[in-house]
């Protein structure tokens, strides 16, 4: 589960980052706010899933009871990803 949740912590934050690059070179400045918002709503699902790689470590370190808070909180993480990717998909694109 570590691996999944910084994989597509990653994955996210290489998207949000191809997207606000891409911002700045929108010719005019309500389409350069509409893809920086897109970007910066990128970090919402980002936070779950770095707190689940974070838990993950604190399980393998010896903590017993981060194991069902670091499955919570890849779970939310997922959940809140794919509807981040749906808005993005049909709202903004």
């Known amino acids: 589960m570590f691996g999944a949740a910084v994989s597509l912590a990653g994955l996210i934050l290489v998207f949000i980052g191809f997207v606000f690059t891409r911002a700045e070179s929108m010719g005019t400045a309500a389409l350069t706010k509409k893809y920086k918002n897109v970007a910066r709503g990128g ?12 838990l993950c470590l604190n399980y393998l370190s010896g903590d017993p009871g981060a194991y069902g808070l670091a499955l919570l909180a890849f779970r939310t993480g997922f959940v809140v990803t794919a509807v981040y990717a749906l808005v993005v998909l049909f709202i903004y694109i």
């Open 43 to 54: 970090v919402i699902p980002l936070i779950p899933l770095m707190a689940s790689g974070w």
